[in-house]
């Protein structure tokens, strides 16, 4: 056994010095048998082109709460951040004016009331009078239209006493929705004027809100469904569905609403990476296992014509698919690779 494998390791060593003599390079090691059906030939396939934008986290709706009169904010029930209900009293408006006014129309409709009481008691008299002969029938007339008056006068002064009650009880300050205060610049004991807002709240579902480059904008159409940066919120989806495309443009930009599950209007205004379709291209993509990662640099095997693998380090970028990788550079369309190591791959 010693002797035939001393003259083996002799005629290689004598082979590869002859070949060194004649200038020849060493015979390269067979390359290993490559199956076909796990290679992948490289084909480019048409993709959306995204572009990154900044959405902002808002609701579809910003409900104002204000004052219905003009006086005295005597009551601020809220702060920010509360939970509101539609129709909760979140403050108190005052005005003294008011209150004396109704005061006013109240003893209005009090002396009204007793003039009432006078003019039935003489029309009782004259109808007594009127039946045993003593006074004529324009006499009984003449009373009962003066009665007829007086309960008409107590009508109107308890009609505006009512008016003057409902006009100082809309001091209160109802919420118009049900959501969450967003700001109450207005302190307790500030004066307000009819119609100013004292808090800001949040109305309707929670959207994120984009503004796209008019000359873009077109790419964008209800339902399509954009890539978030979920990571940047917690419990966010990975993609949004457009909800609304608004018609009209702001210095150059359009405006577009993406609902996406598991947004939350804890803070509007929190900034969200979006990626928006502003068109189509040509794109190399692979699914993730034939992409190896080491050191911080991506490589595939590639196999040759005549049968040989090699690694090559190309360039990647994630695609939109999930589970998959677009080569940017390093591969060409036409090239066969092999999946990556399982202790490499991606």
């Known amino acids: 056994m010693r002797p035939l494998l001393t003259a083996s390791l002799l005629a290689l060593t004598l082979g590869a010095a002859a070949c060194a003599e004649r200038g020849e390079p060493p015979p390269a090691p067979k390359a290993a048998a490559v199956t076909e059906g796990a290679t992948l030939t490289l084909a480019t396939t048409t993709v959306d082109d995204l572009k990154p934008v900044a959405a902002t986290v808002t609701t579809r709706d910003m409900a104002e709460a204000r004052a219905r009169i003009g006086g005295t904010l005597t009551a601020l029930l809220v702060r920010e951040g509360d939970d509101v209900r539609e129709g909760q009293v979140i403050g108190q408006v005052s005005d003294q004016r008011l209150n004396l006014e ?70 209160a300050i109802l919420a118009p929705s049900s959501g969450r205060v967003l700001n109450a610049p207005a302190p307790a004991g500030s004066v307000v004027a009819a119609g100013q807002s004292v808090a800001t709240l949040t109305s309707g579902q929670p959207l994120l809100r984009l503004e796209i480059p008019e000359g873009q904008a077109r790419a964008v159409k209800v339902g399509d469904r954009l890539p978030v940066a979920s990571d940047e919120v917690p419990g966010l989806a990975a993609y949004g569905t457009v909800v609304q495309v608004y018609p009209a443009i702001t210095a150059g930009q359009v405006t577009a609403d993406l609902a996406v599950e598991g947004l939350r209007a804890d803070l509007v205004g929190q900034r969200v990476g979006v990626k928006v379709k502003v068109g189509e291209r040509q794109a190399l993509i692979v699914p993730a296992r034939y992409v190896a990662r080491r050191f911080g640099l991506d490589f595939v095997r590639l196999v040759a014509p005549d049968g040989s693998v090699s690694e090559i380090a190309v360039q990647t970028a994630p695609a939109v698919q999930s589970g998959r990788v677009e080569i940017l550079s390093g591969a060409r369309p036409g090239d066969r690779l092999l999946p990556a190591l399982a202790e490499a791959a991606r």
């Open 102 to 171: 109704t005061a006013a129309y109240d003893a209005q409709a009090a002396a009204a009331a007793a003039e009432a009481v006078r003019a039935e008691a003489d029309l009782a008299r004259v109808q007594t009078l009127y039946d045993k002969g003593f006074y004529a029938r324009a006499r009984l007339d003449q009373a009962t239209a003066a009665a007829k008056a007086a309960r008409g006068q107590v009508d109107a002064a308890q009609a505006r006493r009512a008016a003057s009650a409902e006009l100082g009880a809309q001091g």
